[in-house]
């Protein structure tokens, strides 16, 4: 069995400050962790994956992400968010034969 | 070109009628799946198709009904309609079923009323 637990509902930051998402995920595999992001209204956008490659992946839109085997984390960054970044976050684990499962979400928020 | 294009996008209906979503992908992906999305923004996966088989049947209630006519769609019916089926319905593809990252649909919002 396997789980991801996003551990912040929302995140507020101010514009050009840096951005932390954080995931914890457990899996009994070699997990592949993936970072999506939903616009209001929008559907979901592959931000940055990480399948056993380099532990730090760099993504989209300046985001990276960094695998932490021994802290089971795989927390989403940016060193200075942008307005456009607000949008909801979902951190995903997959096992080897594609089951994917989904965190509850965080919900950026960016203040002027 | 939308990659995976949902239809429609809204829908407003009835409690117990039946209605039906459709997908298309256009990426030669094997893989196809439906995920509903409630209104705390949980995501949890209905079905996934590979190559027109069907792969994963979560616990889903059998009024929810998929359909493969080929690799490139993925419809969905959903018989006699009640208000917990209100959500975000979301498509997706893959390039099979070990993929390494979804392309989502932008959804379609039912509403059930």
């Known amino acids: 069995a396997q789980s991801v637990t996003q551990l912040d509902s929302h995140v507020s930051v101010s514009e050009g400050t840096p951005v932390l998402l954080r995931c914890n995920y457990s899996s009994s595999y070699s997990p592949s962790l993936f970072w999506y992001v939903q616009h209001p209204n929008k559907g979901l956008q592959l931000l940055l994956k990480?399948?056993?490659?380099?532990?730090l992946v760099k993504g989209i839109n300046g985001f990276e992400a960094e695998f932490k085997k021994s802290e089971t984390s795989f927390h989403l960054t940016k060193p200075s968010a942008h307005m456009s970044d607000a949008a909801e976050y979902f951190c995903?684990?997959?096992?080897?034969?594609?089951?994917?499962?989904f965190g509850a979400g965080t919900r950026l928020t960016v203040k002027p | 070109d939308t990659a995976v294009s949902q239809t429609p996008k809204y829908l407003v209906t009835q409690m117990g009628n039946d209605k039906s979503i459709k997908c298309e992908q256009n990426l030669g992906h094997d893989t196809m799946y439906w995920y509903k999305q409630d209104s705390k923004k949980f995501l949890k996966i209905m079905f996934s198709?590979?190559?027109?088989?069907?792969?994963i049947n979560e616990t889903v209630p059998n009024r929810f009904s998929p359909k493969s006519p080929d690799k490139a769609h993925l419809n969905l019916h959903i018989n006699s309609l009640e208000l917990g089926d209100s959500a975000v319905y979301f498509c997706a593809s893959s390039h099979n079923r070990y993929h390494y990252g979804y392309t989502f649909g932008s959804g379609t919002r039912l509403t059930v009323v």
């Open positions: 198709y590979n190559n027109k088989e069907l792969i």
């Open positions: 990480y399948t056993s490659a380099a532990t």
């Open positions: 995903v684990v997959s096992d080897p034969i594609g089951d994917m499962r």
